[in-house]
């Protein structure tokens, strides 16, 4: 904890030096069931759960934080993430994961044994002439183990393409797995094709609604989730 008060410490004082604009976000999704890379996250399938967010951005540097939980009431995640855009079209983003809400670790332990998990992702998004985006998403540290308790590196890949401003296809998998994703093998386990719509409500303000409709082939399975932004 005393390292991570003087990272922070170093972080705010180079940020306060910075002669950028900063920009603060906040916002939320509601989703009908929440699934994240073809695996639904909650054991009662198509449970309805808002997932707010929190950023701060200067220049190429955005600092965040990202959770979702039930409309239950069961917390299901608080993750933290650290990106940097290289440009428009490619940024490296660290994102400490946690799933660890109902165990006896409590969310800042950051010892051997930590629910926490650590990952580094890839990504490329694409221009107007090519509008391919790619992600390289590899689990470094934490808690995604094998079955013999060693560091799994769980790898997930994905490709996606924009058929249109508002619908694009996507198919992603796993080249390696461990247990954060709860999946031993490899291979496609998120494809589908993901519609966005803005609704007018008034002549000012138009609500972003989304549909995803997606399939496990890993799996067998098939998903929908129908999702607003607020």
């Known amino acids: 904890m005393k390292k991570m008060r003087?990272?922070?410490?170093?972080?705010?004082?180079?940020?306060?030096?910075?002669n950028v604009k900063a920009q603060f976000a906040t916002g939320?999704?509601?989703?009908?069931?929440?699934?994240?890379?073809?695996?639904?996250?909650e054991s009662t399938k198509g449970t309805p759960n808002i997932q707010p967010f929190v950023s701060f951005t200067t220049g190429g540097l955005t600092l965040g934080s990202w959770a979702s939980s039930s409309l239950l009431g069961n917390v299901k995640e608080v993750d933290l993430y650290?990106?940097?855009?290289?440009?428009?079209?490619?940024?490296?983003?660290?994102?400490d994961y946690n799933w660890g809400?109902?165990?006896?670790?409590?969310?800042?332990?950051?010892s051997a044994t930590t629910d926490h998990i650590y990952e580094l992702t890839l990504a490329y998004?694409?221009?107007?002439?090519?509008?391919?985006?790619?992600?390289?998403?590899s689990m470094l540290m934490g808690a995604d183990k094998t079955a013999s308790g060693d560091q799994a590196i769980s790898t997930y890949f994905e490709l996606g393409y924009q058929i249109s401003p508002l619908a694009k296809v996507f198919a992603g998998g796993l080249l390696s797995s461990g247990s954060a994703y709860g999946y031993a093998a490899t291979g496609l386990t998120n494809v589908g094709v993901k519609i966005s719509k803005s609704i007018a409500i008034t002549d000012k303000f138009s609500l972003p609604v989304y549909g995803i409709l997606g399939a496990n082939p890993a799996t067998g399975n098939a998903f929908f989730v129908a999702g607003i932004t607020l």
């Open 28 to 41: 939320a999704d509601i989703v009908s069931s929440y699934v994240w890379r073809g695996f639904p996250q």
């Open 125 to 137: 998004t694409g221009t107007e002439k090519f509008p391919i985006s790619l992600s390289v998403n």
């Open 101 to 110: 809400f109902g165990s006896s670790k409590g969310y800042f332990d950051y």
């Open 6 to 18: 003087i990272l922070a410490v170093c972080a705010i004082a180079v940020l306060a030096t910075m």
């Open 82 to 95: 650290a990106t940097y855009a290289f440009s428009s079209q490619f940024a490296v983003t660290l994102t």
